[in-house]
């Protein structure tokens, strides 16, 4: 189904280090749930949903710039992150979920190719699981959607989301600056690029909610559990994992296949914790492959 934009959607003046050239999308905003949301809505076509929750939606920059020609691309910055003002309630996937089906009834999106990133796996997921009817296929990357039991991604998530972490990274705005790297989502930035996206971090409570929400990742082992349990809701939809080949010790590729036994996937060879920003070519490429393939007919 080929959907174009509302007329309704409000586009907002960019901030001072916000070039163009750094972000060549218009900037939107609506209400979702009482509280103004940034969010991204270029091309026509197929919708293509892209979803990460933790730090904010810069990082689909590259993606975005491949995926429009083809596609209705849309994201968001979750309130208290990116271009989204802070609210005053602590953030959490089950909230942030919430936010994310209202947004879509929003902009009365259908039909939708799901893409989500680490926690947006959490909130993505919860979306797909309660309105399976909305959505055409999944695109899963370096993401999981059920309880953290695994010690070691437990421990990482607490130590991220402890005080110590919390203070260091409010004051010194580490995080930002370390996932800016070629390490993180830096591999192709530029230095407007790179500059962007950690002045999206320039407010101390936007920090504070990255730290948060890696801690509340392991206190919502009910809500994530309802996720898992309800997978086989979407079986039936089409599903691509991509992950990276340096790093996937907890299996999650291994695991995406119990769910989905006819998923494709992909490996990016070099990879670390951001597929789509180590070889956005290439991710972009698979993805425009594979949705062009619908082998069971279903988009």
Known sequence: ???TQPDNQHII?????LSERAW???IRTAIIAGTPVAYTDEGKGPVVLLVHDGLCSYLWVHLIDRLYETFRVVTLDFPGSGLSPE????PRLETDSVILEAFVTHLGL???TLVTHDLGGGVGLGLATRRPDTITGLVLINTFAWPVTTPGLRGMLRVMGG???TAINSATNL???ATSSRFGVGRHFDRDQKRAFTMMFRHK????RFNALMASATSESAYLSEIEKHLDRLVAKPALTIFRKRNDPLLCQERWRMHFPDAEQMVIPGGYHFPMCDDPDGVAERIVAWHGEDPRGTR
Do not use: G, K, N
């Open 24 to 26: 060549p999308f218009q």
């Open 13 to 17: 003046h960019r901030p001072d280090w």
């Open 175 to 177: 995080v930002a600056q």
């Open 205 to 208: 409570t936007s920090r504070r």
């Open 110 to 112: 259908t039909d939708m």
């Open 163 to 165: 005080r110590l972490m």
């Open 87 to 90: 609210v005053d309630s602590p």
């Open 1 to 3: 189904m080929t959907t």
